[in-house]
C-alpha cells in the first residue's frame, strides 16, 4: 500500500519558520514528482511547490518563491518543505501527494495527476 504521511506543522508567529516532512511508503520514490499543496478551508488545493525525485529539479508557486524551499532526500523517502518568513495567508492545511503522470515537475500538470494524499499537516501563522 502506497501512503504518505506529513508532519512538521503547528503554530508560529508571523515572519517565523517551519518545515514540513512527507515521508513516502510503498513506491519508488526516485520515479515519482511530489508536490506540496495546501488548502484554506472552503477553497481549492493550491500547488506550492514540486520536486521532481529523479534530478531534483523544482518549481516555486509565485506566492511562496524566495521564502520556501523544498528538497528531498531518497533514501529517506522524505521531501521537505522549510518554510521561512511565513506570513498569516500561509495558513493552511499542507498535503503532500506523488504525480502519478510524471517523474518531472511541470506547472502546467493538473491536480488530477496527483494521488496518494496524505493526510495533511496545519500550519497556523499568527499575526
Known amino acids: 500500500e502506497v501512503q504518505f504521511v506529513e508532519s512538521g506543522g503547528g503554530l508560529v508567529q508571523a515572519g517565523g519558520s517551519l518545515r514540513l516532512s512527507c515521508t513516502a511508503s510503498g513506491l519508488t520514490f526516485s520515479d515519482y514528482a511530489v508536490g506540496w499543496f495546501r488548502q484554506v478551508s472552503g477553497k481549492g488545493r493550491e500547488g506550492v511547490s514540486c520536486?521532481?525525485?529523479?534530478?531534483?529539479?523544482?518549481i516555486y508557486a509565485d506566492s511562496v518563491k524566495g521564502r520556501f524551499t523544498i528538497s528531498s532526500d531518497n533514501a529517506k523517502k522524505t521531501v521537505y518543505l522549510q518554510m521561512n518568513s511565513l506570513k498569516p495567508e500561509d495558513t493552511a492545511v499542507y498535503y503532500c501527494a506523488a504525480n502519478t503522470l510524471r517523474r518531472l515537475c511541470s506547472s502546467h500538470a493538473p491536480i488530477y495527476e496527483y494521488d496518494y494524499w496524505g493526510q495533511g499537516t496545519k500550519v497556523t501563522v499568527s499575526s
Open positions: 520536486i521532481s525525485s529523479s534530478d531534483g529539479s523544482t
